[in-house]
């Protein structure tokens, strides 16, 4: 498909995520926040008052109709269009593999290379492995929900998936020993022809496995674990990452 097909398909994903929640409402603000669009932006686009969209995503008015919905998700591709399509273009690299919407919890492609370092340091990284990749470049990041990638998604779908971050962070959310996400990075470059993420970084990591170490230091890929308190809070912490640029 081309882009213009890839962006229908995810704007009919959006909508009939959010149509068929039993909260549409939250729906609605889980993708604004993901698109990193304000009330205030979505209720100017829409000629509608900002108390109009708080109103719909805290559940003070009914359930949205479905030409509403399709509105508020066109301007959020519409206003990420305006920007660069950060968020649209990331969404679209997992389009083609059927990846659902709750394994990738936030996902973002930078306008321009950031070093590593500036990643880590936001997230309250410790570093596990490979700290003199700390200044190499990255040009975005893939947060994945571990626990629903294994539940959903295929063996093909994995591999897709896990090597999909060439040059840039790879963030696993609800790992224990980070074995299983190492391991599935270093079978995707065998599937995927040596393609691997820039960096690693696994939150609510119990204890590191020796193996995760291994693959990391003999794969040269930066690893580290997020010290943020639970997911909410790194989703949260992920979305305000404000990248500088490498001069």
């Given at each position: ?108 492609e930078f306008s321009y290379p950031v ?61 224990t020993s980070g074995r299983s996400s ?37 794969e040269r890929i930066l690893l580290a ?23």
């Open positions: 498909m081309d882009y213009g097909d890839l962006k229908m398909s995810l704007c009919r994903m959006i909508a009939g995520e959010i149509t068929l929640s039993e909260d549409p409402g939250m729906s609605m603000k889980m993708w604004r926040e993901r698109f990193q669009v304000s009330q205030k932006e979505v209720a100017t686009a829409l000629g509608v008052s900002p108390s109009v969209i708080s109103d719909y995503e805290s559940g003070r008015r009914l359930s949205p109709r479905i030409d509403t919905v399709q509105k508020f998700v066109r301007c959020l591709v519409e206003l990420d269009e305006t920007r660069g399509g950060t968020v649209i273009n990331g969404f679209l690299r997992m389009m083609g593999n059927d990846v659902p919407s709750d394994v990738i919890l936030d996902i973002k070093k590593a370092e500036a990643l880590c340091t936001h997230l309250k990284c410790e570093i596990l492995a490979n700290e003199d990749l700390l200044d190499q470049p990255i040009y975005g990041y893939t947060a994945i929900d571990v626990v629903n990638a294994i539940l959903k998604l295929s063996s093909e779908q994995l591999l897709l998936l896990y090597g999909a971050t060439p040059q840039r962070a790879a963030v696993f959310a609800n790992v190492m391991v599935a990075i270093k079978t995707s470059q065998i599937a995927l022809s040596n393609v691997k993420p820039a960096a690693v970084i696994l939150h609510g990591l119990k204890k590191l496995d020796p193996l995760a170490l291994k693959i990391a230091e003999s674990t997020s010290t943020i308190k639970d997911v909410k809070n790194l989703v949260k912490a992920l979305r305000e990452f404000m990248p500088h640029q490498i001069i």
